[in-house]
């Protein structure tokens, strides 16, 4: 990937997202069950995965990208960074 974002770099990055669900490294951050945003505990299989910075903006499929998340922090996050986020809940 040459920095430009483009249909087919977000496609792979999503699939290398799906790729990283199925590792221990993946199961044992989401079997915590705790939601990385509003820190609410919850049962694992209710939280998703969440880019910290989206695909869209550039992020990566890495593991120092991807959090526990959820439903209702990733759907209020959606595309928004971090610093975004931050001031949004304030």
């Given at each position: 990937?040459?920095?430009?974002?483009?249909?087919?770099?977000?496609?792979?990055?999503?699939?290398?997202?799906?790729?990283?669900?199925?590792?221990?490294?993946?199961?044992?951050?989401?079997?915590?069950?705790?939601?990385?945003?509003?820190?609410?505990?919850?049962?694992?299989?209710?939280?998703?995965?969440?880019?910290?910075?989206p695909l869209a903006r550039g992020g990566?499929?890495?593991?120092?990208?991807?959090?526990?998340?959820?439903?209702?922090?990733?759907?209020?996050?959606?595309?928004?960074?971090?610093?975004?986020?931050?001031?949004?809940?304030?």
């Amino acid at each position: 990937m040459n920095g430009e974002i483009t249909e087919e770099s977000i496609q792979q990055e999503k699939e290398k997202a799906r790729r990283l669900k199925s590792t221990a490294w993946w199961k044992e951050k989401k079997g915590r069950g705790v939601c990385h945003y509003c820190q609410q505990v919850v049962k694992p299989a209710e939280l998703t995965m969440d880019h910290q910075v989206p695909l869209a903006r550039g992020g990566r499929s890495t593991r120092g990208n991807l959090v526990p998340a959820c439903r209702d922090c990733n759907q209020k996050k959606k595309g928004l960074l971090l610093m975004e986020w931050d001031s949004f809940l304030q």
